[in-house]
């Protein structure tokens, strides 16, 4: 096994060229049976094998800087890197990365879970390269999906500007997460089907070599000729050519030795290229080449001979909950539309793009475009649900303000994987829309208890007419608990106490309810009674029930499953001060101020305190007062 005797990229220049296709099956069937077990980005991995082997062959990492656009497709580049041996903790408590983390190794040069970032990156690090006097190369390893981020662009038009030595090798195989969208998407499937131009540049090409002496006059003019043929015929790289970056590709990203003759052409520009390599998204592996959309991210473990994936029993996702609701509620209502940012089977769309094709909008990695279109949307009567990632929606916050909240528009935001995600760590937590979205005036921001709780807040924000609501729900799955046949609207600001009690109230959101519930019953067998209250909305507030507590002399516990600073907690103190109203007590129960890393969501709550057990122990440890009504 050639893969036994790689621990670093010095290793790998030890092999012919010959010998790295043996390598990169290698490679593959190690990837597939890891990730059969832990679980983890397969198909994006499979695709850029070769791509990867070739880069780290011809290049000198870390001297010369690699920056993988997002992260995930980093696989390879840690197991030639000297991490195959930890690969049976990948995504796992204390493990490897599923993304690239500088921690891991010097050849991990940034860090990023979310696309788009990797040409700012290799802009800046090839500026301070040169005004350090230094000569190494800076690649930037970019998806078409990727691409299509605003700040990609925005990165192109600055490094066609500047004219730096920097390499942009985009990976394209017509897809992110899902498959892509938009115009970029469409020129570079134009560039990839287009077979003419290269064939007449291949024919002019062998001419001028028959030619025996051209110099001067007669190469300039050739090179316009060939310049002439691509515009006449055919967009062969016209678009990156006129942001100032050389073209070339594109090029088979499985054939290393093309990879490596056109890195060779490529490091003879003196300024700004841009490397167009085909791949094939889970090659090698039949069942990931097939629906790569599937096997992007895997959560769990599969069996490799068949490919079946191994899901837990039990109830529902909250997100497959809110798919179906929001079907169930566009067939009475025709002004909902579904708005998300490549996102449509993660945020449980998928049947509603089959039900409702001509009211759901995937609009690639675009979330700031996805958010103002949703307010323009709103503004002409409809009623767009814009479905997003806790973690993507902070991409898009200067449109919530805007051109939302500002304008007071009647936008519903669905968001999804609020809370802990567990494997993928911290660039994925949703643990801080509470805080950067209940200061924006005009909000409403709301969360449910369990899954029956849900279809009754989709129902409640469709309802709603006067302004922006946000509904935010977690990764995991429901509770179990019974469906009601009928949605029935929640009354705005109200909360509910789902467990009595005289010794302490526990205000809880989301999942953590539950836990909340689970606690009290812990202290029920010391003959300590806790009252559990259902605090689903966190702006507004239910003052009233606040008041209540205050005049009961009842300490307060808050648990929430989000940042401590700027959450609920802070909202309630808020509150209590603007009042003048002093509590019995009051306690923060939250996510601390640092980046919980990845592990699973179980261990994560336990990581910050979030667990039955430890709020039992935070509550029975509260001074003992007499309980006594305010005057």
Not at 386 to 396: D, E, H, I, K
Request: aromatic letters at 6%; proline letters at 5%.
């Amino acid at each position: 096994m050639l893969l036994d005797h790689i621990d670093s990229p010095t290793d790998l220049k030890k092999l012919t060229l010959p010998e790295l296709p043996l390598l990169a099956e290698e490679v593959r069937q190690f990837l597939i049976q890891k990730l059969s077990a832990t679980g983890g980005h397969l198909a994006p991995n499979l695709g850029v094998v070769e791509l990867t082997l070739a880069l780290h062959y011809r290049y000198n990492s870390p001297q010369d800087k690699f920056i993988f656009d997002v992260g995930h497709q980093a696989y390879v580049h840690k197991i030639l890197t000297g991490r195959q041996n930890r690969f049976d903790t990948l995504r796992q408590k204390d493990g490897l990365c599923g993304f690239v983390k500088r921690n891991e190794s010097e050849h991990d040069v940034w860090e990023a879970g979310h696309s788009s970032t990797s040409l700012s990156a290799a802009m800046g690090m090839a500026l301070a390269r040169d005004l350090k006097g230094e000569s190494n190369r800076v690649i930037a390893v970019i998806g078409d999906g990727a691409l299509t981020g605003g700040m990609a662009l925005e990165a192109l038009n600055h490094i066609g500007h500047e004219k730096r030595k920097l390499m942009v090798v985009l990976n394209d195989n017509e897809m992110s997460i899902a498959p892509n969208v938009g115009a970029i998407h469409n020129y570079l499937g134009k560039v990839r089907s287009e077979k003419i131009y290269r064939k007449a540049k291949d024919e002019l090409d062998w001419l001028l070599r028959k030619v025996p002496a051209i110099g001067g006059k007669l190469a300039t003019t050739a090179e316009r000729v060939k310049d002439s043929l691509r515009y006449l015929i055919a967009p062969d790289g016209m678009l990156f050519e006129e942001f100032g970056l050389k073209y070339f590709g594109p090029v088979d990203g499985h054939d290393v030795n093309k990879l490596m003759e056109t890195f060779k052409q490529a490091d003879s520009v003196d300024g700004p290229v841009l490397v167009h390599v085909l791949t094939v998204k889970g090659k090698g592996y039949s069942p990931a080449e097939e629906d790569s959309h599937k096997w992007h991210g895997v959560t769990g473990s599969y069996k490799i001979e068949s490919g079946q994936v191994v899901k837990p029993v039990g109830p529902p996702m909250y997100t497959e909950v809110f798919g179906n609701t929001l079907i169930e509620l566009a067939e009475s209502d025709k002004r909902i539309v579904a708005v998300t940012p490549a996102m449509p089977g993660g945020s449980g769309l998928l049947k509603f793009a089959e039900k409702f094709p001509d009211r759901m909008f995937d609009v690639g990695i675009a979330e700031q475009h996805a958010a103002t279109m949703s307010a323009a949307m709103a503004m002409e009567g409809m009623k767009p649900v814009f479905a997003v990632y806790s973690t993507f929606l902070q991409r898009a916050y200067d449109q919530v303000v805007h051109d939302i909240c500002r304008q007071n528009l009647n936008v519903i935001f669905a968001i999804d994987r609020a809370g802990f995600v567990g494997a993928d760590g911290e660039t994925h937590q949703g643990v801080y829309d509470i805080a950067f979205l209940r200061h924006i005036p005009n909000m409403v921001l709301m969360m449910p208890k369990d899954e029956n709780e849900l279809r009754n807040m989709l129902k409640t924000a469709v309802e709603y007419e006067d302004g922006p609501i946000a509904l935010r729900y977690p990764r995991n799955a429901g509770t179990g608990v019974a469906i009601d046949s009928e949605m029935t609207p929640i009354e705005i600001g109200t909360w509910e106490t789902v467990c009595e009690g005289d010794y302490a109230a526990v205000l809880a959101i989301g999942p953590m309810v539950q836990v909340a519930i689970e606690a009290s019953e812990l202290l029920k067998r010391e003959g300590i009674n806790i009252r559990v209250i259902n605090a689903r909305f966190v702006k507004p507030l239910d003052e009233k029930m606040l008041q209540a507590l205050v005049k009961e002399r009842l300490p307060l516990v808050v648990v929430e499953e989000g940042s401590v600073q700027g959450g609920m907690g802070s909202a309630i103190l808020e509150y209590y001060s603007t009042q003048s109203i002093q509590p019995a007590s009051i306690h923060i129960a939250g996510v601390p101020d640092i980046f919980i890393e990845h592990a699973t969501i179980k261990e994560q709550r336990a990581e910050s305190g979030l667990t039955a057990e430890a709020i039992a122990k935070q509550l029975a440890s509260l001074p003992v007062r007499k309980r006594q009504k305010a005057t």
